[in-house]
């Protein structure tokens, strides 16, 4: 019986990305794997990092953890690193908490409600 939240068979075509979280253990480091051609972007999240975005706001809504990836207890935030303007790759400014795009200058948070692609 066909499930509708089975993959579509050209995404099953195109692979997936299996990674060993355990190898991740830096908080707040930009860790940087490729699938299908394109950066993948890892940070795991220090209990400071998940504590400030609890009780953090932007101006449309409350920040969450919602979206992180949870691994045992550990929380992940992924991402394809490539810019939503014209695909560059951003540069992760950790003492900035966000990512600079070098060609025009954009700038992103770390939080996934306002980040690239
Ligand atoms: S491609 Fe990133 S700001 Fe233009």
Not at 12 to 18: D, R
Not at 22 to 51: C, D, V
Not at 100 to 108: D, E, N, Q, S
Request: overall charge positive.
């Amino acid at each position: 019986m066909k499930r509708t939240w089975d993959p579509l068979p050209s995404v099953t075509a195109a692979g997936f990305l299996t990674l060993d979280m355990t190898k991740y253990t830096k908080y707040n480091h930009l860790y940087i794997k490729k699938w299908r051609g394109q950066p993948i972007f890892i940070i795991r999240k220090s209990a400071k990092m998940i504590e400030s975005m609890n009780n953090s706001y932007n101006k449309y809504k409350k920040q969450d953890n919602k979206r992180d990836i949870i691994v045992a207890d550990s929380h992940f935030l992924m991402y394809i690193g490539i810019c939503a303007h014209l695909g560059c790759i951003p540069v992760y400014r950790s003492q900035d908490d966000n990512f600079l795009c070098p060609c025009h200058g954009a700038i992103y948070k770390k939080e996934p409600n306002g980040c690239f692609s």
